[in-house]
């Protein structure tokens, strides 16, 4: 069952954001600002993704706001528009925003692809990782060094597969995950200090045959 929760800051977002005189679905926003959105919010409080935003007053009354938590933003207007299309998208499709990536062969995405799923200062990630089916797997993280993580494994439908802290040993984190329901996945990485992911790989668990 699909559960019809988002983030709470897509709300604050909404304040923080200037009004768009319509969405359109044919304008894609950037890779980087749909990281930077879907990891940003994922700090705040859940909410109904269907539930209604408060979009007076926007820019003008949030701009403090909204550089505290993503100063970034700073005089970027094309930042700020693409954020706030994809919120717009959020609420109305309660979905996550389309990223047009292919899964790598096997499921192992090195760093050249990888770099294009994090945000630059923090290095948080968030990264389209395919559909999967029910069963059980196993999420394999290199670091460029160790350091304690906290993961995600979350469906399009917001259900959170994983959701827990790790340290690395060896540089390196292996997750075992259980998926119950179909669908397409996202990993969600943020680390406790800016640290590269070099490699990730995803891999069935293969069943004991008694």
């Not at 994922?42 to 100063?71: M, P, T, V, W």
């Not at 207007?77 to 717009?88: G, P, R, T």
């Not at 089916?133 to 995600?152: C, Q």
Request: glycine share 4%; aromatic share 12%; hydrophobic share 35%.
């Amino acid at each position: 069952m699909k559960r019809h929760s988002v983030v709470r800051c897509l709300g604050l977002l909404g304040l923080f954001l200037f009004i768009s005189p319509a969405f359109s679905t044919e304008d894609t926003a950037f890779t980087e600002s749909v990281v930077i959105f879907n990891t940003i919010c994922a700090k705040c409080h859940e909410a109904q993704c269907s539930g209604r935003l408060s979009f007076d007053d926007a820019f003008e009354r949030s701009s403090n706001h909204i550089l505290r938590h993503y100063n970034q933003a700073s005089g970027k207007q094309w930042l700020q528009k693409e954020l706030f299309d994809i919120l717009l998208y959020m609420k109305e499709k309660c979905a996550y925003y389309p990223i047009q990536s292919p899964v790598p062969l096997k499921r192992i995405w090195g760093e050249d692809i990888l770099e294009k799923f994090t945000t630059l200062m923090a290095r948080n990630y968030f990264i389209p990782v395919g559909k999967f089916s029910p069963g059980t797997y196993r999420i394999e993280l290199e670091l460029e060094k160790d350091v304690k993580v906290t993961a995600h494994l979350i469906s399009d439908e917001f259900d959170m597969a994983v959701d827990d802290c790790y340290q690395s040993s060896d540089r390196r984190i292996n997750i075992p995950v259980l998926i119950e329901e179909p669908g397409d996945y996202y990993l969600r990485m943020y680390p406790r200090e800016p640290v590269k992911l070099i490699r990730l790989k995803i891999t069935p668990e293969e069943r004991e045959v008694h």
